[in-house]
């Protein structure tokens, strides 16, 4: 099993910069790709951005492309969000996931383990 923990969300004001964090714990080493998504109330989870955990290739959602940037620390087994130029559309509770699939995806479905959240709010 893996575990996932958020740290970092909070209130920041439109363009505003907050790095979120995600610390993985347990059979890490099974891990290939991992992920961030966020969602609002009502609305499906979206797609935010994708790394490999070894590192190398990333993948955003075209919504964020260009200002938010993911990243991985395998020493301490976390990965990263960085977010900048943060808008109020923004605003949602941001969950990081992980898969043992060889194949980054957009679909929440894909990835077997999540986090437990952490809300971002983005004030105009």
């Known amino acids: 099993q893996v575990q996932l923990v958020e740290s970092g969300g909070g209130l920041v004001q439109a363009g505003d910069s907050l790095r979120l964090s995600c610390a993985a714990s347990g059979r890490t080493f099974s891990l290939y790709n991992m992920a961030w998504f966020r969602q609002v109330p009502g609305k499906e989870r979206e797609f935010v951005a994708a790394v490999r955990w070894s590192g190398g290739n990333t993948f955003y959602g075209d919504s964020v492309k260009g200002r938010f940037t993911i990243s991985t620390d395998n020493a301490k087994n976390t990965f990263y969000l960085q977010m900048t130029s943060l808008k109020p559309e923004d605003t949602a509770v941001y969950y990081c996931?992980?898969?043992?699939?060889?194949?980054?995806?957009?679909?929440?479905?894909?990835?077997?383990?999540w986090g437990q959240g952490t809300q971002v709010t983005v004030s105009s």
């Open positions: 996931a992980a898969t043992t699939a060889r194949s980054w995806s957009k679909f929440p479905n894909e990835y077997h383990y």
